[in-house]
């Protein structure tokens, strides 16, 4: 009877750790990103959490057409703050910077601009480098949520983005963002055609292939529980 308990128990500890282990694998608990659902129903092949301003992107690009279609999601600095995206396509700071500053305008209602931004010191809205056939926002929870859509060069293979959270809208103009180091390593590369894949997910999911890793890890989860049985 003993022995017979303390097979019992070693087996319920060898399920319960397995079990965890199968379940930390899962998408949903590795990637904060992909639980994110958008109101513009698009699928985006990819989806990353940023490493600053607890900011999220998710991405499509298409070769055919060479356009890239973009969800940025990030908290503003203060509720009727602001929040931007942007390319860069000569360097990797903000001087030079092709954006998409989103914020609530007058009637509270949330609004996507374009700014040139030629110097750390210039926030002017006007045309930028890049053709921008769509563009949108919204605020939800207690983020601001870009949509756009970017037509780039066929030549453009990756490109330097920086994003960027600011707390101060003053008579429809964005005022400066703070120059915290959250703040200034707000900047990264996105490889385009390697990232290219031949079907899109869901926003909301992650890549197919996390999720045939869960379902692996199951199989093999039941796999070892039937050799315990058969050993016990």
């Known amino acids: 009877m003993t022995m017979l308990r303390l097979s019992s128990q070693f087996f319920f500890l060898i399920f319960i750790t397995l ?31 940023l ?7 998710h991405w499509s690009y298409t070769v055919e ?53 030629s110097s750390y010191s210039s926030i002017v809205e006007g045309k930028i480098a890049f053709e921008v056939p769509e563009a949108g926002a919204e605020f939800s929870g207690e983020e601001m949520r870009i949509f756009a859509t970017v037509k780039l060069p066929k030549t453009m293979t990756e490109v330097n983005h920086v994003w960027q959270v ?38 909301a999911v992650a890549p197919s292939t996390s999720s045939a890793t869960v379902i692996a890890g199951s199989y093999g989860v039941f796999v070892i529980i039937g050799c315990l049985l058969g050993l016990f």
């Open 19 to 49: 079990t965890s282990l199968v379940l930390q694998s899962s998408p949903a608990h590795s990637l904060s990103c992909s639980s994110k659902n958008f109101t513009n129903k698009k699928v985006y092949s990819n989806c990353t959490d």
């Open 166 to 203: 600011g707390g101060l809208v003053k008579d429809g103009r964005p005022g400066k963002h703070e120059f915290s180091s959250d703040n200034l390593k707000a900047m990264g590369k996105l490889e385009l055609v390697s990232a290219v894949s031949p079907s899109a997910v869901s926003p």
């Open 65 to 117: 057409n060479s356009s890239l279609s973009i969800a940025f999601t990030a908290p503003p600095a203060t509720p009727d703050g602001w929040v931007a995206w942007a390319i860069n396509p000569t360097q990797t700071g903000m001087a030079g910077c092709q954006t998409l500053i989103a914020f609530k305008d007058s009637n509270g209602s949330m609004t996507v601009k374009t700014y040139n931004i």
């Open 51 to 57: 490493p600053a301003l607890n900011s999220t992107l």
